[in-house]
């Protein structure tokens, strides 16, 4: 876990924003606890159904694992029956947070395609994606973490929102002279 924690740490810190899928042992609380969607410099994805809800093999925090008790998964997108091309140029269905990643990979690129001077700022464009976030409260509280909290043990800070996280990019400021790098409020 240490060596896959230090590669997970250096891209972080060389302005990548590492997203990883946080895992398919849901419904249970607690069951965020495989490397490396526990790590606090991981972006993690659940998944959710067509509907909005969580989807029941998505994994939930709160970590245990590692005596943090932090928040995971970080936000939830779209990972359950989604279509997906195969090989020999059909397509198929198929379910997993692996389904739910590529959403908020593809949200990613999106932002910094709409503010290219967002790049190498990880912590600015986490922070975009995770407030712009559509809240969704769980009705399952995981210990002392109530699943309606934001963020919350389910849902993160909630299910991807495309548009409002390239409306708030796009009132990003580069930080300088003292002055906070996040000009906007959601």
């Not at 891209?11 to 069951?31: A, M």
């Not at 526990?38 to 005596?67: C, H, K, M, N, Q």
């Not at 947070?97 to 999106?110: D, E, I, N, Q, R």
Request: charge should be negative.
């Amino acid at each position: 876990n240490e060596l896959l924690h230090t590669a997970v740490i250096n891209l972080k810190t060389s302005g990548v924003v590492v997203v990883v899928s946080n895992g398919n042992s849901g419904p249970g609380c607690f069951t965020a606890s495989t490397p490396p969607p526990y790590f606090e410099e991981s972006f993690s994805v659940g998944a959710t159904r067509s509907d909005d809800f969580i989807s029941g093999f998505s994994s939930r925090g709160p970590v245990l694992v590692d005596g943090s008790n932090r928040m995971k998964p970080n936000v939830s997108a779209p990972g359950q029956d989604v279509r997906s091309s195969i090989p020999g140029g059909n397509y198929a269905n198929f379910s997993g947070t692996s389904m739910a990643g590529p959403h908020v990979v593809g949200l990613v690129a999106l932002v910094l395609s709409a503010n290219p001077a967002l790049a190498g700022h990880v912590d600015d464009i986490e922070n975009i994606v995770e407030k712009s976030a559509i809240y969704f409260a769980d009705t399952l509280d995981c210990g002392a973490s109530s699943g309606v909290a934001r963020p919350n043990h389910a849902y993160g800070w909630g299910r991807v929102d495309a548009l409002g996280a390239v409306q708030a990019a796009l009132q990003w400021q580069p930080p300088g002279d003292g002055d906070p790098a996040l000009a906007w409020a959601l």
